[in-house]
């Protein structure tokens, strides 16, 4: 992503800066002149340093549903003929991917999350601190806007979706004073009802939990986010790896579940003979997290978690 800022059709790209950049990147490229990609492309700075790593035959996807992200990358990365930028949703991996590179990808890279400059522009309606209309879409791919899950919703599917997926303890008042409070317009007024029945002392934590419930459910993000790992067995080649960085606990159990089983249980199958059979094993034993001059420099970073997989012989075919 990016560290400038550029002005899109009246509205502002915000600079954001690289997670665990120089982590992800050394332990993505095992092959200079391999084929990659970047699933989460945003503005480019991932990909950049990625290219930089990369030999003159090397060759880089990458992928992103914002046409604002796609714009940045381009402008950022310029007229590299080893880039190529594809939109979409990553959860479609193996549609987005041209079939003869199938089996043939040495890695990928999965920066997972919301960018800065989605939280900062308020008409996105991604942040409570800013006020704007309730959208929350990362694309125009998305079905649903928060609007609609905030006004539509049943009680019960909107104290599941704060509870599980904003991991939020008082989902049922939450629930129940949204419920009460319809219509809600824009995030302002979302944020004025979840604080009037949280306790204050824990009020900008519970926000955060609400808004990221919500954005979630808009964005389908776990779904996507197992389907991108289920379908990354189908393109990478055997020892190719998987780079993902994760910013919560539901995204980073997937991730870990997956990485140690092939699936979203963390139950590592076996032969007749007690081999293992996971179609992918963890790299990293050990979770990587950002250093604390790298959280000092960039707060964003202060909840990343790292971790490495690598397809083995065979592995999802």
Same mark, same amino acid.
């Given at each position: ?5 550029? !002005? ?10 690289? !997670?665990l ?12 002149? =391999? ?7 945003? $503005?480019?700075?991932?990909?950049? +340093? ?27 990365? =310029? ?17 987005l ?28 309606g991604?942040s409570?601190?800013?006020d ?10 998305? $079905? ?21 997926? =904003? ?25 004025? !009802? ?16 609400v ?9 389908? +993000? ?10 990354s067995?189908e ?23 997956f990485?140690?089983a ?11 003979? $007690? ?19 790298? !959280? ?11 971790r ?10």
């Amino acid at each position: 992503m990016n560290r400038k800022t550029m !002005v899109h059709n009246m509205t502002t790209y915000h600079p954001h800066i690289p !997670v665990l950049l120089n982590e992800s990147v050394d332990a993505l490229i095992t092959d200079t002149e =391999g084929l990659y990609i970047d699933g989460t492309l945003g $503005g480019g700075g991932h990909s950049k +340093e990625i290219l930089n790593n990369l030999g003159e035959n090397g060759r880089l996807y990458g992928i992103d549903q914002d046409d604002e992200a796609l714009e940045e990358a381009s402008s950022r990365i =310029g007229d590299d003929p080893r880039f190529t930028t594809i939109k979409g949703n990553f959860g479609y991996l193996a549609t987005l991917i041209p079939p003869q590179e199938h089996g043939q990808v040495a890695g990928i890279l999965l920066d997972l999350g919301v960018s800065t400059h989605q939280i900062k522009e308020a008409e996105r309606g991604f942040s409570f601190q800013e006020d704007g209309p309730l959208d929350m879409r990362m694309g125009k791919f998305s $079905g649903i806007s928060a609007y609609q899950v905030v006004n539509e919703y049943s009680y019960e599917k909107l104290r599941d979706i704060i509870f599980h997926y =904003g991991e939020e303890k008082q989902s049922r008042p939450i629930a129940r004073a949204i419920i009460e409070n319809r219509p809600l317009e824009t995030t302002g007024e979302l944020r004025k !009802v979840v604080s009037s029945v949280v306790n204050n002392r824990y009020e900008v934590k519970s926000l955060a939990r609400v808004f990221q419930g919500i954005r979630i459910e808009v964005n389908r +993000e776990l779904d996507m986010l197992k389907s991108v790992l289920q379908e990354s067995l189908e393109v990478l080649k055997p020892g190719g790896r998987i780079v993902a960085i994760s910013y919560h606990s539901l995204e980073d159990r997937l991730v870990k579940r997956f990485f140690k089983a092939g699936n979203f249980e963390g139950k590592i199958e076996k032969d007749f003979y $007690g081999n293992p059979l996971s179609p992918i094993e963890p790299v990293n034993k050990q979770v990587i997290t950002p250093s604390e001059k790298e !959280v000092s420099d960039n707060p964003a970073a202060r909840s990343a978690k790292l971790r490495i997989a690598e397809k083995t012989e065979g592995g999802g075919e």
